[in-house]
């Protein structure tokens, strides 16, 4: 081998270094990523339905399975608003769902099963309102909707 190959190796295994390095540093990442998606699914659903719904919503734990197309998800529960008894418009002890990976990218999604277990709900009257009625106001109105216009009970 000449000198000149010697040299031009270099450049090459160096880049091959880089090259294999970016990769292992990309498996790691979207293991984590993969490992901690449950737990993101998790938040995002407790913080999303609470904002929405304006009343403190909990999931004990969320399992996305995302090769399979299925989610799960136990001890849901939905509080009831302000103005009403302590308790919860909705308790879910276990839901199922899977739907059809393909029809993700499509415009309608196929859902091939939905398996609610345990479910109650809770509807309280106080006046003219219940707490129902409160929560699909609040959803209505959407998340970005300012607290003083959230839905109380009795309010017009």
Do not use: Y
């Not at 090459?12 to 993969?34: C, D, E, H, P």
């Not at 277990?117 to 509807?123: A, D, F, K, Q």
């Not at 607290?147 to 309010?155: L, M, T, Y």
Request: no cysteine.
């Amino acid at each position: 081998m000449d000198e000149g190959e010697g040299k031009a190796e270099k450049p090459r295994r160096r880049a091959w270094k880089i090259i294999v390095g970016i990769a292992v540093l990309l498996l790691v990442v979207l293991a984590a990523v993969v490992a901690s998606l449950d737990r993101i699914a998790e938040a995002g659903l407790e913080k999303g339905a609470t904002a929405a719904l304006g009343v403190e919503t909990t999931v004990a734990s969320l399992d996305v399975g995302v090769l399979t197309g299925s989610l799960s998800l136990e001890e849901m529960a939905v509080a009831n608003p302000d103005g009403f008894p302590r308790g919860h418009l909705l308790k879910l002890g276990r839901a199922d769902m899977g739907l059809q990976i393909s029809s993700l990218l499509s415009d309608t999604v196929l859902v091939r099963r939905i398996i609610l277990e345990e479910p109650i709900v809770t509807i309280v009257g106080k006046g003219l309102e219940t707490n129902l009625g409160t929560i699909l106001k609040n959803a209505e109105r959407g998340p970005d909707a300012p607290d003083e216009e959230k839905a109380e009970p009795g309010a017009a």
